[in-house]
């Protein structure tokens, strides 16, 4: 079984600071989402790394995928409180596989940001 | 601006009863997933469908689960006969795969979230 561990579990931090939170695996995955959930609604996505080493930037959030593809981290600069939410990293497994190529999501970091 | 939309967005049942939510994917996916949300085990993958054919449903107990796609605006999942156990949201998502097998974008639903008594 693929597993996906997210750390830290909980995340509380004043407006202003920066923050970065992690997805590791023991296994290689061809690609890895991130998703951020807000109560009561479904995850959305907000980035897909698909090459070791990519690093994409979505305003003040900066993902990054580790070489060896088994790990990735997402950093947030400057944390406003629209930032809080639950972040899900998924990763898929063979991304030419051509059937059962599910996503597999970790269990999720739960990030609250203080005005 | 499409959406998955899931009914009931909330339901309350007793244990035994039978327990069924639906779901309209984007018009256009070709892929449906259903997946489970709680505290203890995060967002556990339930069963997926492609072109309304099944893939996978290895996720669900399957005596008492099942998911079905009657049509390609429709797939549901049902409990029964429902256990407390069986308490989580349920979310629905729909996604675009093409031949090329890239990595699908997932658009879930707002879920439902099932209480068994």
């Known amino acids: 079984t693929q597993l996906l561990e997210q750390s830290p579990q909980f995340l509380s931090i004043q407006e202003g600071e920066n923050l970065t939170v992690y997805c590791n695996s023991s296994s290689v995955f061809s690609s890895l989402q991130w998703y951020r959930q807000e109560p009561g609604e479904g995850p959305v996505l907000l980035v897909t790394?698909?090459?070791?080493?990519e690093v994409k930037k979505l305003k003040r959030l900066t993902f990054q995928f580790g070489d060896a593809r088994k790990d990735s981290s997402l950093h947030i600069t400057a944390a406003q409180p629209g930032d809080t939410g639950l972040y899900l990293c998924a990763g898929a497994k063979d991304r030419w596989m051509n059937r059962d190529d599910k996503i597999i999501f970790g269990k999720g970091t739960r990030l609250h940001i203080l005005p | 601006d499409a959406r998955v939309t899931q009914t009931p967005r909330d339901k309350v049942t007793e244990m035994g009863q039978e327990v069924t939510m639906r779901c309209q994917p984007i018009l256009g996916h070709n892929t449906v997933f259903w997946y489970r949300q709680t505290m203890m085990q995060g967002l556990e993958l339930l069963a997926y469908?492609?072109?309304?054919?099944?893939?996978?449903d290895s996720g669900m107990p399957k005596d008492r689960f099942s998911a079905e796609m009657p049509d390609a605006t429709l797939a549901t999942l049902k409990i029964q006969p429902s256990e407390p156990r069986d308490s989580a949201v349920y979310f629905c998502?729909?996604?675009?795969?093409?031949?090329?097998?890239?990595?699908?974008?997932?658009?879930f639903g707002p879920g439902t979230r099932l209480t068994v008594l």
């Open positions: 469908f492609r072109n309304r054919a099944p893939l996978d």
């Open positions: 790394v698909v090459t070791g080493g």
């Open positions: 998502a729909s996604g675009l795969r093409g031949l090329a097998g890239l990595t699908d974008t997932q658009y």
